[in-house]
């Protein structure tokens, strides 16, 4: 297969996952389902959303320590996991820029690039912007002829405005807006519907506690949490059935940071996080709901209270839902850093298990990070696999 058909593939795949045009996925009591081609176990029940994009960890520090971020040290980055940090960051102003190849085994030119910085109103506030950019590189598209209808960059992005300021001396609260929009199609025909960017708004609001502990080290520990990507749903065609539900995600995590003297210190952070999307009904072979709750026309903030209560297996099958990341930091003399993480997902909810390293170099002003994914899941589907992540930050 070539290059050009390979990305094909691809880009069906992505479009089909994104939206549900023409899927209705069942998983039927005694029987196994399919999505998108693929079977799955009997239960399995994926949470698929519209832009899964704005769930990706886009930085190389976070997506070294297994996708942590409520309670990590702030940096620009905290722009995605948790605009709250910001209140409590040491520097004035950050900007970083974060390259992920994407599915670099098959093709070299689809790429997630990120780009976020942050400013320092005065001592209790501050304002962030970030960019998070997803290109599929050129795709020649075809007619049912094949026949040849040009070359197109299928692309999607987020544009976000935050605002984080203090409450207190130890408590901080953030908003954030968010612009999104997602050409895949670049106004293509699938099957016989004709096809636009979607388009819509969603916010984020965040906390931030953080408290010193004196003691014979210097120490300090804190709690995070965000809401984020509550919003509009997205469409990709004027078929109102085939709106999707954004990823709205609840992330709850805790840090604790210690130094062994002034030129060692290690952070210990961990992350709890869970869509707040409802969860696939079980339907039988008529289409009626037979476990679960039917979820098609259920406005955004009723499936975010409903993804709570609404899984078909009941408080089992909810706590399946919730996935974890863990992850450690130790820096040396605030130069240099080794980190180390780890994703868990289980197995009937996208089975995204892995390890993640890297390394972080900071000179003056300038930073350098690294990251390494490995996955550990017997199959793995993880585009990132084996990919080396670069971030370039500015702190002044």
Do not use: C
Not at 10 to 24: E, M, V
Not at 56 to 78: H, L, Q
Not at 286 to 292: H, I, K, S, T
């Amino acid at each position: 297969m070539n290059k050009t058909k390979i990305k094909i593939v691809l880009l069906a795949f992505i479009f089909l996952s994104f939206t549900n045009l023409n899927i209705q996925s069942q998983v039927l009591p005694g029987g196994d389902g399919t999505i998108i081609g693929q079977t799955i176990k009997e239960g399995a029940r994926p949470i698929l959303t519209g832009m899964p994009m704005l769930l990706i960890a886009p930085d190389s520090r976070a997506g070294s320590m297994g996708d942590v971020g409520a309670a990590s040290t702030p940096d620009a980055n905290s722009i995605h996991w948790n605009a709250a940090k910001l209140a409590f960051a040491e520097n004035k102003t950050d900007i970083t820029f974060t390259f992920s190849p994407w599915l670099r085994e098959l093709t070299n030119d689809i790429a997630l690039s990120y780009l976020a910085g942050y400013y320092k109103l005065n001592e209790r506030s501050a304002v962030g912007a970030s960019l998070t950019y997803f290109s599929l590189g050129d795709i020649t598209f075809t007619n049912e002829n094949g026949e040849d209808q040009g070359i197109y960059m299928p692309n999607e992005f987020a544009v976000d405005v935050s605002y984080a300021m203090k409450l207190t001396d130890n408590l901080s609260a953030s908003v954030t807006g968010r612009y999104i929009r997602s050409d895949l199609t670049q106004g293509q025909m699938v099957g016989t519907q004709k096809t636009f960017p979607g388009q819509t708004g969603a916010a984020d609001v965040g906390l931030y506690y953080q408290h010193a502990i004196y003691s014979e080290r210097p120490s300090n520990y804190a709690l995070g949490l965000q809401i984020s990507n509550l919003g509009g749903k997205i469409s990709y065609s004027n078929n109102n059935r085939s709106k999707d539900f954004l990823p709205a995600n609840l992330r709850l995590g805790g840090r604790y940071t210690t130094s062994f003297d002034q030129f060692n210190e290690v952070s210990f952070m961990l992350d709890f996080t869970k869509l707040l999307v409802p969860t696939p009904a079980v339907y039988d072979d008529e289409g009626n709901v037979v476990a679960g709750m039917e979820s098609e026309e259920t406005g955004v903030l009723q499936g975010a209270i409903q993804s709570f209560y609404d899984a078909p297996n009941g408080f089992v099958e909810e706590m399946q839902e919730i996935s974890i990341s863990a992850g450690t930091e130790y820096w040396y003399k605030k130069t240099f850093a080794v980190r180390a993480g780890y994703f868990y997902e289980n197995a009937k909810k996208g089975n995204r298990q892995y390890l993640t390293f890297g390394a972080g170099l900071k000179y003056n002003v300038l930073k350098l990070d690294l990251s390494y994914l490995i996955t550990t899941a017997k199959v793995s589907n993880n585009p990132l696999k084996n990919t080396l992540r670069v971030s370039l930050s500015f702190e002044i």
